[in-house]
């Protein structure tokens, strides 16, 4: 029978040859062991800033909080002032800007003349009017023009609220000669086409007296028309 030994020999001669990587061995877990408590270490003050950040953000909040609330009531507020500012409107309008478009009537209705028609008025709460219309020829435009100007220079009346107001920066936009029959006037084959605006503004010497809307004799208002 023939027996082989398999063990190396070193290990036969030395007994403790198994030190050595038992040592690496030992020196791998603890360089792990360091390496694992340095990177918890480093998660846990992280976490730890975290943590005194979210107090600090919810003190914050806390005593930002009644600021935050008085924000929300903000837009209620604003709609409820500014209520109070319409209605302080209303209460202050002079009475000549409450029945200016009825004198801004009165007054084109006083200024016409033979040979213009009206098609269309505009009348926007500023006094921005626009008046479209057409005329026998460009002369009587011109006339009607003219006459509206002269709303400006009329003499003011105490009594009269048609004499504090006029029509001012009137100015001539569209003016064209039209060979069909008109919309109005169907019979009318060529006449003029014309678009006109200004502004229907207070005077600023009109005086400040009492007012009335009583009627007068137009022509003791806007005599030459």
């Not at 030190?19 to 030992?26: E, N, R």
């Not at 008025?121 to 460009?138: F, M, Q, R, V, W």
């Amino acid at each position: 029978m023939i027996k082989t030994q398999l063990c190396p020999a070193g290990e036969l001669e030395d007994k403790r040859w198994w030190y050595a990587d038992v040592a690496t061995i030992l020196l791998a877990g603890a360089a792990a062991f360091l390496l694992t408590n340095a990177y918890i270490s480093a998660r846990r003050s992280e976490a730890g800033a975290l943590v005194a950040k979210k107090v600090k953000w919810d003190q914050e909040f806390e005593a930002k909080k009644p600021g935050v609330e008085k924000f929300k009531n903000l837009k209620s507020e604003m709609d409820l002032l500014n209520r109070k500012i319409g209605a302080l409107k209303l209460i202050t309008t002079s009475k000549i800007d409450k029945v200016k478009p009825l004198v801004a009537l009165d007054q084109l209705q006083t200024l016409w003349i033979d040979g213009v028609w009206y098609d269309r008025l505009e009348y926007k709460p500023d006094g921005t009017t626009t008046i479209k219309g057409a005329a026998n020829d460009s002369l009587l435009i011109g006339e009607y023009m003219l006459g509206v100007r002269e709303t400006m220079s009329v003499n003011t009346v105490n009594d009269d609220i048609r004499t504090q107001v006029g029509f001012d920066h009137v100015a001539l936009k569209v003016a064209k000669e039209v060979d069909s029959p008109d919309s109005i006037f169907i019979d009318i084959m060529h006449h003029m086409d014309f678009e006109m605006t200004g502004s229907h503004v207070e005077k600023m010497h009109a005086a400040v007296g009492a007012v009335s809307v009583a009627p007068r004799p137009r022509a003791a208002v806007y005599q030459g028309f």
